[in-house]
Every structure is written in C-alpha cells, then in structure tokens.
C-alpha cells in the first residue's frame, strides 16, 4: 500500500513539474510582447533624464548589463584614482545628460524566443543639445525577466548613422 501511495504521489508531482513551464511559458509570450519592451525604453529614458537609482538600476538593466557598468566604473576608478561611488554618479551623471539631449526615433524591432524572450529595438538618436553630434543608429537588446515579470536592457550599442 505504501509503495502504490509513493507512486501516485511521485507520479502526481512528476506531472506537476512537466505542467509548470508551459504556462510559465505563456506567460512569459504574453508579457513579453514588442509592445511592452518599447514601453519600458521609454520609461527608462523618461527616468534617465531624471536621474537613475541604484534600485532603478535592478529594474532596468540586466545581471549582465549591471557587470558591465561595474566593470567599467572599476576601470574607471582604476585609472582616475578616485572611489567606485565617485566613477558609478559620473557614469549615472552622463546617462542622465545623454537622456536630456536626445530625442530616439523608433525603426524597428525584433522580438523572438519563447521561454528566453528577447527583443531587439533599433533606433535612430539626435542630439537635441548642440547640431555638431552625428545622427547614431543605436540597438537596444533586451531580455524578458521572468524574476520581476519585465524586460531588462541587457545591451546597447551605437554607431554613426549612415545614410
């Protein structure tokens, strides 16, 4: 008797395990829509003209893309001599007055994966500050967070825009 109830309780926990993921996977296409990651790059760049916490900092970038930053503010320190903190509100201080200065004009996208969504959104930026800065195209890679339920920028690259 004992071994049939281990075996329905196995069996019923087994079919548990195989039944999650598919509705997180549901979950994860309906969320993660094209739509929803041109959402959060404005309300990013809405509150990078602000001025970005450190928790808007988690909410916004990716484990791979907060790396990138903390390396990049090492190096930054490293070569100036001054502290982390120093180098981290000099970076935050340049995200904040690139934000302030340029106006993004959507092309396109592109949005793929089912459990790993990512997307991928490109943009033409202008300086609305001073006319000397070149038109840049810039690609903004992101990947849906099924830890907070929302996409994270997880790369961004520039490059002059050629016409």
């Known amino acids: 008797m004992k071994k049939l109830t281990l075996l329905l309780l196995s069996a019923g926990l087994s079919?548990?395990?195989?039944?999650?993921?598919?509705?997180?996977?549901?979950?994860?296409?309906?969320?993660?829509?094209?739509?929803?990651?041109?959402?959060?790059?404005?309300?990013?760049y809405d509150k990078a003209a602000v001025g970005l916490s450190d928790r808007d900092l988690n909410v916004f970038y990716s484990r791979?893309?907060?790396?990138f930053l903390s390396e990049l503010v090492a190096q930054l320190a490293q070569t100036t001599g001054q502290g982390t903190a120093i180098e981290?509100?000099?970076?935050?201080?340049?995200e904040r007055m690139n934000a302030k200065c340029e106006s993004l004009t959507f092309e396109d996208a592109k949005t793929y994966g089912s459990q790993s969504r990512q997307s991928e959104l490109h943009y033409l930026v202008t300086n609305t500050c001073v006319d000397y800065v070149p038109t840049i195209a810039r690609t903004i890679e992101l990947r849906y967070s099924t830890d907070?339920?929302?996409?994270?920028?997880?790369?961004?690259?520039?490059?002059?825009h050629v016409e």
């Open 15 to 44: 079919t548990l395990a195989l039944a999650d993921p598919p509705e997180y996977d549901r979950k994860s296409l309906r969320l993660a829509t094209e739509a929803n990651a041109r959402e959060l790059v404005e309300i990013y």
């Open 88 to 94: 981290q509100h000099r970076v935050l201080e340049l």
């Open 148 to 160: 907070i339920d929302s996409w994270q920028i997880d790369e961004v690259r520039d490059r002059e």
């Open 64 to 67: 791979k893309y907060r790396r």
